[in-house]
């Protein structure tokens, strides 16, 4: 009997001994590793992000064409690409001349589809209309023309539109009034903005409008296109690192103690699940304050991977809250 009550203690010690030791392992090495797990980190790195996608945009503008109202023999005053002031006596028609009455680009290519193509039209112009039309210009400037011919026209080239159509899911990623950089013909850069995105059926009609010159404006409707959305230089970061503590953005840095700071940043884009955001400092605008310098990540900074694990721990101040 005694020998039973002996082995029961035994094994109870036993087992006793054996849980002490899983609770150690579990405090030595598993503890440890699921606080890395929640605390792990990622080095702030600079990278320059660009977003472009390649387009047939047509180019809207306005452009005057002034017709022959006589028969005779021509002749001109000035060449392909003048700029013309308002009123000038561009050509003339036997005796008679013939002045524009705006003032612009002159050009002596027309494609008949310059009434479709104006910014007044802009909202009625549709992708199937569009690919239907036949784009081949027809070259003005002859020696002898008849009553009715086109003799020239004059296209302004202060402000002019391009437009283009994308499927609802890239339709959905750009904004109004949002800046682009567009490249024309592979070799002309120009600045643009998004001023409408109308929805046509399953696509969306984007249009952009520029003041930039380009040369080939009057004398072309139709351009290959790289559109730049997204073109940003900054410190990229995953968006699970970036949380809102008090209406504050930011993200945690870890310190040489270990521990992690909250640092406000400022988001300059947005690239899927990553955000671009300014270095070592941006300025604040606050209403009714004066702008106000801050101090945010640097390159090299050791980054929080998930925020929220530590958002509901820690104060904006980056200290524990007790």
């Known amino acids: 009997m005694n020998d039973k009550i002996e082995f029961k203690r035994f094994v109870l ?7 002490a030791v899983l609770v150690v392992i579990l405090i030595v090495y598993c503890i440890p590793n699921l606080f890395d797990a929640l ?8 990278e320059t992000v660009k977003v472009s996608d390649t387009q047939k945009c047509y180019l809207v503008k306005d452009e005057q064409i002034v017709y022959a109202e006589n028969t005779g023999t021509a002749s001109y005053g000035f060449g392909e690409g003048t700029y013309i002031r308002k009123y000038s006596q561009v050509c003339s028609v036997g005796d008679r001349g013939y002045s524009t009455t705006q003032p612009g680009t002159l050009s002596y290519t027309v494609d008949g589809l310059e009434a479709y193509f ?4 802009i909202g009625n112009i ?21 009553r009715g011919d ?58 952009l409008k520029s003041s930039d010159y380009y040369a080939s404006l ?22 699970d690192s970036i949380v ?22 400022d988001i300059i884009t947005f690239i899927g699940d990553k955000r671009i955001v300014r270095a070592n400092t941006f300025t604040k605008n606050v209403d009714g304050e004066d702008p106000k310098l801050v101090q945010t990540i640097k390159l090299y900074d050791e980054i929080l991977k998930k925020g929220e694990n530590l958002s509901k721990n820690y104060n904006k101040g980056g200290d524990k809250d007790e």
């Open 218 to 239: 009057p004398t072309q409707r139709v351009v290959d296109a790289e559109v730049i959305t997204v073109n940003e230089t900054g410190i990229v970061l995953d968006a």
């Open 39 to 46: 605390t792990s980190t990622y080095s702030a790195s600079y």
């Open 126 to 146: 549709t992708q199937e209309a569009v690919e239907e039309f036949d784009y081949t210009m027809q070259q003005l400037g002859s020696e002898t023309v008849n």
């Open 244 to 265: 809102n503590v008090d209406g504050v953005t930011g993200v945690y840095v870890k310190q040489v103690d270990g521990d992690f700071k909250f640092v406000e940043v």
């Open 118 to 121: 104006i910014p007044e039209n």
């Open 13 to 19: 010690r036993v087992s006793l001994w054996a849980l």
């Open 150 to 207: 086109p003799l020239f026209k004059v296209v302004d080239n202060k402000e002019w539109y391009l437009i283009y159509w994308v499927d609802s899911k890239e339709g959905g990623e750009l904004k109004d009034n949002q800046e682009v950089e567009v490249v024309l013909d592979e070799k002309t850069k120009i600045q643009a903005q998004i001023i409408s995105i109308y929805s046509q059926g399953d696509d969306f009609m984007v249009v």
